[in-house]
């Protein structure tokens, strides 16, 4: 089993219309063993900035604080927010430095980039445990049911989502998909990031 699968868990992230959605499942587990139910695995970075961690659950904790750090450092240095293709160059170069001993970590990044004109435009990127971004413009998927989540977001997502249906879109998905992998499920968290507005809910999920 690779350290990759060990705890178990994954993540999605889909684009909509002026919205953005993300979503992890709550499984934490050792192998086939389950440990905990609300292991959330998507961290707030910025209001408009939200990063998926799926892979080992140490690892999990160490990034989120390196990057929480690094953001701070950003934010001081730059005095203003950082944007979500920027945070995204800051991820790959976190993870390359690490290239000969990674984190077992494929982050996910979900986020709304500010335009010249003053509106948002979605985005979404992921990268492999050494940086390498991998720039999407309909979904990202990673952990350890991410052939499934592939699927089942190929047959689901459709361009210019509302927030309301890219929510029920992107529930439908994660929550299809992780039913047929043994090391996620067990509920789900799901974001939708607006210009107006971050909305949260916790979805019940099989505990089988």
Not at 17 to 46: N, Y
Not at 66 to 77: D, V, W
Not at 161 to 183: C, G, H, K
Request: with cysteine.
């Amino acid at each position: 089993m690779s350290f990759m699968d060990h705890n178990g868990g994954s993540v999605i992230a889909m684009v909509g219309k002026e919205c953005v959605a993300i979503a992890c499942d709550l499984r934490l587990g050792s192998g086939p063993q389950g440990i905990a139910s609300k292991f959330e695995k998507i961290f707030p970075m910025t209001d408009r900035v939200y990063v998926g961690l799926p892979g080992l659950a140490t690892d999990v904790t160490t990034l989120h604080e390196q990057f929480r750090f690094r953001l701070n450092m950003y934010t001081i240095k730059e005095e203003r927010e950082i944007e979500p293709e920027k945070f995204a160059h800051l991820v790959s170069s976190t993870l390359y430095e690490r290239r000969f001993g990674p984190y077992y970590i494929e982050p996910v990044i979900a986020g709304l980039e500010r335009l010249p004109s003053g509106g948002y435009k979605p985005f979404i990127a992921s990268t492999d445990v050494i940086g390498c971004i991998d720039w999407s413009k309909d979904f990202s998927v990673a952990g350890t049911a991410s052939t499934k989540l592939f699927g089942m977001a190929e047959g689901l997502w459709e361009p210019d989502l509302e927030p309301e249906d890219l929510f029920e879109t992107i529930s439908q998905t994660l929550m299809n998909a992780v039913d047929r992998d043994a090391y996620s499920g067990w509920g789900a968290l799901v974001y939708v990031i607006t210009k107006d507005q971050v909305i949260k809910r916790v979805l019940k999920g099989r505990m089988d």
